[in-house]
């Protein structure tokens, strides 16, 4: 028994010992480690902030996780200027992480604009001075113990103890990182990866709200659930392009795309079937277009947007919005070139009834927030036509519009905190009558906000939509413009019966009450305000940086 043994044990070492002699050796992985230190800063203040819930006292979470989440991202943005400066936006651009990321112009501005994106939504996160001083402390949005039954005597002790759920901060700092990752991304696995890296932390936080934790808890899980579709129909896509070209690399399948690639008894067979690039394409960019929040993939945008706490929406409007396009615009002009003649006019028709339903839509709506959200899904559709471009003039419209929206958005949602109620915030459209008089300064930085959304001029969002629509007609899309410039007039009823309503119209007598705001919240509707009338008055210095900053790497 012992020699049989042993002679089984020389034939597995012998065979290994061959193998080996065979094999080459697995090759070292090379990380640009300097390259991807803005998204490692970011992960490593999410690390750091879990282990300050893990062992700091209680009492002290709330200053360090704001101090961490503040420093973390002020210094990512800082090693994204410095990559900037180095050259890696234009001529040193490259694929870092053995092919994963890219490292190129409208990755570094897109990071940048999530990072301060996220930066000032941390202000409106931290906020603790709107709500009323329960049982001698300060609350925020969230709720005191996200895993109590809302209602519940767990919940209630929860609150009388003074609990805050201070999870909040690195959940946000795991979804910048994977929103990072996301626009950036050369291969269809790690765009996966990333969707999910940022996806599941926004699906918590939806469910935290204070107040109305029912519908809260039910928005997060509409967002799971359609999330969790669109996330199975982008992978089985990632699968059938994998099975046409062999690879999940970007430059890789646009290679196969194009005919460039070398062609192998096992690609010929596969090259030869269309359906598998057509149809996988179409299902990857479908993953994309739920992210976006473009018809008809919109559904949960109103439910989500209105039930989410309202930090939590504005950042999700501002900064998945950026992330999804620029994962867009990635995959068509750098995967799917060659099949522009192909998708082209499918986006026109998404982004037609994008535009047409995000705007009549919102005319009916009666609740600020989903009136924000259907005001969201135009603005894709408005953000579209700059897609369908192909063009650099196209890209760097793109990429200015989403900076401009960004911060619109951010201070929009911002002052929607403000107007509260004995139930919290008063979103209800008919309790905003009359604010302009009960507070002048509050009523008019909402109206240069809805100024900004509606398009007139001397605010960003003019500015945004003459750039997209300019580069749109300059590529033969002249119907597309007619249409969008419809729909910006549609939109901009809504946008004004609402300055109507806070100006010209009495107040209740029992109306809402405007809270004063803590610095961070001020802050952030600074920045809004500064950033909208900036890119309105002098938008050339950005455009020219987003102009620098459209080319692509492959």
Request: glycine share 10%.
């Given at each position: 028994?012992?020699?049989?043994a042993a002679?089984v044990?020389?034939?597995?070492?012998t065979r290994a010992?061959?193998?080996t002699?065979?094999t080459?050796a697995?090759?070292?992985?090379?990380?640009?480690?300097a390259?991807?230190?803005?998204?490692?800063?970011v992960?490593g203040?999410?690390v750091?902030?879990?282990l300050?819930?893990?062992?700091?006292p209680?009492?002290?979470r709330y200053a360090?996780?704001?101090?961490v989440?503040?420093?973390?991202l002020a210094?990512a943005?800082?090693?994204?200027?410095?990559?900037?400066?180095?050259?890696?936006a234009?001529?040193?651009s490259?694929?870092?992480?053995m092919?994963a990321v890219?490292?190129?112009?409208?990755?570094?501005?897109?990071q940048?604009?999530?990072v301060?994106?996220?930066?000032?939504?941390?202000?409106?996160?931290?906020?603790?001075?709107l709500?009323?001083v329960?049982h001698g402390?300060r609350?925020?949005s969230?709720?005191a113990?996200g895993?109590?039954?809302?209602?519940?005597?767990?919940e209630?002790r929860?609150v009388?103890a003074?609990f805050t759920?201070?999870?909040?901060?690195?959940l946000?700092?795991?979804?910048?990182?994977?929103m990072m990752?996301?626009?950036?991304?050369?291969?269809?696995?790690?765009?996966?990866?990333s969707?999910?890296v940022?996806s599941?932390?926004?699906?918590?936080?939806?469910?935290?709200?204070r107040?109305?934790r029912?519908?809260?808890?039910e928005?997060s899980v509409k967002y799971?659930?359609?999330?969790?579709f669109?996330?199975?129909?982008?992978?089985?896509?990632?699968a059938l392009l994998y099975?046409y070209?062999?690879?999940?690399?970007?430059?890789?399948?646009?290679?196969v795309?194009?005919g460039?690639?070398?062609?192998?008894p096992?690609?010929?067979?596969?090259t030869?079937?269309?359906?598998l690039?057509?149809?996988?394409?179409?299902?990857?960019v479908m993953?994309?277009l739920?992210k976006v929040?473009?018809v008809?993939?919109?559904m949960w945008?109103p439910d989500v947007?209105?039930?989410a706490?309202t930090?939590?929406?504005?950042?999700?409007a501002?900064?998945?919005?950026?992330?999804?396009?620029?994962?867009?615009?990635?995959?068509l002009y750098?995967?799917?070139?060659g099949?522009?003649?192909?998708?082209?006019?499918v986006?026109?028709?998404?982004a037609?009834?994008t535009?047409?339903?995000?705007?009549?839509i919102a005319?009916t709506q009666t609740?600020v927030?989903?009136?924000?959200?259907?005001?969201s899904?135009?603005?894709?559709?408005?953000?579209l036509?700059?897609?369908i471009?192909?063009s650099p003039?196209g890209v760097?419209?793109v990429?200015?519009?989403?900076?401009?929206y960004s911060f619109?958005?951010?201070g929009g949602?911002?002052v929607v905190t403000?107007?509260?109620?004995?139930?919290?915030?008063?979103?209800?459209l008919s309790?905003?009558?009359?604010?302009?008089?009960?507070?002048?300064?509050?009523?008019?930085?909402?109206?240069?906000f809805?100024l900004?959304?509606?398009?007139?001029?001397?605010?960003?969002?003019?500015s945004?939509?003459f750039?997209?629509?300019?580069?749109a007609?300059q590529?033969?899309?002249?119907?597309?413009v007619?249409i969008?410039?419809?729909?910006?007039?549609?939109?901009a009823?809504?946008?004004i019966?609402v300055?109507?309503?806070?100006f010209?119209q009495?107040?209740?007598p029992?109306?809402p009450t405007?809270?004063?705001?803590?610095?961070?919240?001020?802050?952030?509707?600074a920045l809004?305000?500064a950033?909208?009338l900036?890119?309105?008055v002098?938008?050339?210095?950005f455009?020219?940086l987003a102009?620098?900053?459209?080319?692509?790497v492959?």
């Amino acid at each position: 028994m012992s020699a049989t043994a042993a002679a089984v044990h020389s034939l597995w070492t012998t065979r290994a010992l061959a193998d080996t002699a065979a094999t080459p050796a697995i090759p070292t992985p090379h990380i640009e480690y300097a390259q991807l230190s803005p998204v490692l800063i970011v992960f490593g203040a999410a690390v750091l902030g879990v282990l300050i819930e893990a062992f700091a006292p209680r009492a002290a979470r709330y200053a360090c996780q704001l101090a961490v989440s503040v420093v973390g991202l002020a210094a990512a943005f800082a090693a994204l200027v410095a990559l900037a400066a180095d050259g890696y936006a234009q001529g040193r651009s490259h694929v870092a992480a053995m092919g994963a990321v890219a490292v190129d112009g409208p990755a570094l501005f897109l990071q940048g604009t999530i990072v301060l994106i996220a930066l000032v939504a941390t202000f409106t996160f931290a906020e603790r001075r709107l709500d009323p001083v329960a049982h001698g402390n300060r609350v925020d949005s969230f709720a005191a113990q996200g895993s109590a039954v809302p209602g519940g005597e767990q919940e209630q002790r929860a609150v009388r103890a003074g609990f805050t759920t201070t999870e909040v901060f690195p959940l946000l700092l795991f979804a910048v990182a994977g929103m990072m990752i996301f626009p950036a991304a050369n291969d269809l696995l790690t765009l996966f990866v990333s969707l999910e890296v940022f996806s599941l932390p926004l699906y918590l936080l939806c469910a935290l709200a204070r107040r109305r934790r029912l519908m809260s808890q039910e928005a997060s899980v509409k967002y799971f659930l359609l999330g969790a579709f669109s996330s199975a129909i982008l992978l089985f896509g990632v699968a059938l392009l994998y099975g046409y070209a062999g690879t999940v690399s970007y430059g890789g399948i646009a290679d196969v795309v194009d005919g460039t690639a070398k062609l192998t008894p096992a690609l010929a067979n596969t090259t030869g079937n269309d359906a598998l690039l057509l149809i996988g394409g179409a299902m990857v960019v479908m993953g994309l277009l739920f992210k976006v929040a473009a018809v008809p993939f919109h559904m949960w945008t109103p439910d989500v947007y209105q039930g989410a706490p309202t930090p939590v929406t504005g950042f999700m409007a501002a900064a998945v919005k950026v992330a999804a396009f620029g994962a867009l615009l990635r995959l068509l002009y750098v995967v799917l070139p060659g099949m522009r003649w192909d998708w082209r006019p499918v986006m026109w028709g998404v982004a037609i009834v994008t535009m047409v339903v995000g705007a009549i839509i919102a005319v009916t709506q009666t609740d600020v927030k989903r009136l924000l959200a259907y005001s969201s899904i135009a603005h894709a559709g408005f953000l579209l036509t700059g897609v369908i471009a192909v063009s650099p003039s196209g890209v760097s419209s793109v990429l200015f519009y989403l900076v401009a929206y960004s911060f619109v958005t951010l201070g929009g949602f911002a002052v929607v905190t403000l107007v509260r109620d004995a139930g919290g915030e008063a979103t209800h459209l008919s309790k905003w009558a009359g604010l302009g008089r009960r507070s002048p300064l509050l009523a008019a930085v909402f109206a240069v906000f809805l100024l900004s959304f509606a398009g007139i001029p001397l605010t960003a969002g003019f500015s945004g939509k003459f750039a997209v629509f300019k580069a749109a007609a300059q590529a033969g899309a002249v119907p597309l413009v007619v249409i969008g410039v419809i729909s910006s007039a549609i939109a901009a009823f809504f946008y004004i019966r609402v300055i109507v309503m806070m100006f010209f119209q009495e107040p209740q007598p029992q109306g809402p009450t405007v809270a004063i705001p803590s610095p961070l919240t001020s802050t952030a509707i600074a920045l809004g305000v500064a950033v909208t009338l900036v890119l309105g008055v002098a938008p050339q210095y950005f455009l020219d940086l987003a102009g620098k900053a459209g080319v692509f790497v492959r």
